[in-house]
């Protein structure tokens, strides 16, 4: 699974993200990361990664990124695989070598494992171009989750990356799109948890 924290807490957020897009990286770095630090730890927020790999020019590996990064959720490797991706994130945009980055976010046994999983997964990997799902012309058994996430942004719908939604108590609110900063969500999740 792509989350971190408990599915009891009061608060749901999912996150569409494309691991190129340098605004999901900020959204991670700055916001994300401390709040998975704070809220997701004390068990207030439940955070799921949802893969919107947009595949513009621009985003070539983001695709193949997603399947890298759903292949190490398989063995529980998930978080270590997307912070590598963001911390790294203009190294691999520009040399588009992936592998390099996920082998250093784990072992070397596991990192086996995942190789093992993306075995017949050939670039560039599904992608959410105009509100549809584009297959790579070489399907991956990684694809469906991929697609899945894809989807489900769709219905929300997403227009770009970052796009949330935040859940409270079963009550979906509108979607958010965007950086927004750590101050700022603290206040507005501070908000909903006193209502």
């Known amino acids: 699974m ?28 700055q916001t994300l990361r401390p709040m998975i630090a704070d809220y997701v730890a004390s068990g207030k927020v439940y955070l ?9 020019p621009a985003h070539k590996y983001s695709g193949q990124a997603a399947r890298w990064a759903n292949a190490a959720a398989e063995i529980g490797q998930f978080e270590n695989v997307e912070v590598a991706f963001y911390d790294n994130q203009q190294a691999w ?15 070397g046994a596991d990192f086996k494992r995942v190789q093992k999983i993306m075995e017949g ?5 599904p992608t959410g171009k105009q509100g549809a799902v584009n297959l790579p012309p070489h399907p991956c058994s990684l694809d469906p989750y991929i ?26 609110l509108p979607p958010g799109s965007g950086f927004v900063s750590w101050p700022l969500l603290k206040q507005f999740l501070d908000n909903l948890l006193r209502q």
């Open 2 to 29: 792509k989350a971190y924290g408990s599915k009891g807490a009061p608060i749901t957020i999912e996150v569409f993200s494309d691991y190129e897009c340098p605004m999901c990286r900020n959204l991670f770095e």
């Open 48 to 56: 799921i990664h949802r893969d919107y790999p947009l595949g513009i």
């Open 93 to 107: 945009d520009a040399s588009g070598d992936l592998e390099k980055y996920v082998a250093a976010a784990m072992s």
């Open 121 to 125: 997964c050939e670039p560039p990997g």
């Open 147 to 172: 697609e899945q996430d894809i989807e489900l942004g769709n219905k929300v719908p997403v227009a770009g990356t970052p796009t949330y939604v935040i859940t409270y108590k079963g009550q979906r």
